[in-house]
């Protein structure tokens, strides 16, 4: 029988750990890589085409909502499920508008963390009960809000999205250009592109729409620069 490859994304060494030890005693499951940051996530998917990634959106150098975005982009056939300490409405509706298959609250029993893993494999999709509840409630009240999410996130390049969120964890510019292999220069164009697009006008305003749009927590010790 072909098992389920599986990869970890998530910050925690000793989370991570767990996980992989309640996966593989699964006899269908098995993990085939593990990544601590969001950046490593993607060059891992690129690499290992898995069937399921586990991720976790509160990843350093790339947040687990571009994480997902770029894994499948990438990766088409892999599909995301999001394990996260966080239900806000505001993180659900931003990973579903990314493509993620499924998001579980990290309260979650294994069990119904392989079972979310078969699931979406299978092409279906997997929610928390709590997070379906409302999900449900919010396509009958208001069904054209996922398409508009959608819209709103393909304003941002994923570039952008990376530097929105260094910006909004306090990084200067230089940290910023020497992070991403890029250059000062295109580090500030970037900046302004970001300004421009969601007319915005201050680091302080930036790193308030990248807390309520879910790329990063409201929980980070933020420096305002």
Avoid: C, W
Avoid at 55 to 61: F, N, T, V
Avoid at 76 to 98: F, G, K, N
Avoid at 125 to 137: G, N
């Amino acid at each position: 029988m072909k098992r389920i490859t599986v990869l970890l994304a998530e910050d925690h060494e000793i989370v991570r750990e767990g996980l992989r030890m309640l996966l593989e005693a699964e006899g269908d499951i098995a993990v085939v890589g593990e990544a601590e940051t969001g950046r490593r996530a993607v060059a891992l998917a690129r690499k290992l085409h898995p069937d399921v990634v586990v991720m976790d959106i509160a990843m350093p150098l790339l947040n687990g909502l571009e994480a997902t975005r770029q894994i499948l982009k990438a990766v088409p056939a892999t599909r995301v499920v999001i394990l996260s300490a966080h239900s806000d409405d505001a993180y659900v509706e931003q990973v579903i508008a990314m493509g993620a298959a499924g998001y579980l609250i990290k309260q979650t029993s294994a069990y119904v963390l392989s079972r979310a893993i078969r699931e979406v494999q299978t092409g279906h999709t997997f929610f928390s009960p709590i997070i379906a509840k409302r999900l449900d409630r919010r396509d009958q009240e208001s069904p054209t809000r996922a398409g508009q999410l959608k819209r709103q996130i393909a304003r941002l390049s994923s570039r952008e999205a990376e530097v929105l969120q260094r910006i909004a964890e306090g990084q200067a510019n230089k940290q910023i250009a020497a992070g991403l292999g890029i250059s000062i220069k295109t580090v500030e164009k970037h900046r302004d592109h970001l300004m421009r697009k969601l007319n915005i006008h201050d680091t302080a305003g930036l790193t308030r729409y990248a807390i309520g749009a879910g790329i990063i927590e409201s929980s980070v010790q933020l420096t305002i620069v």
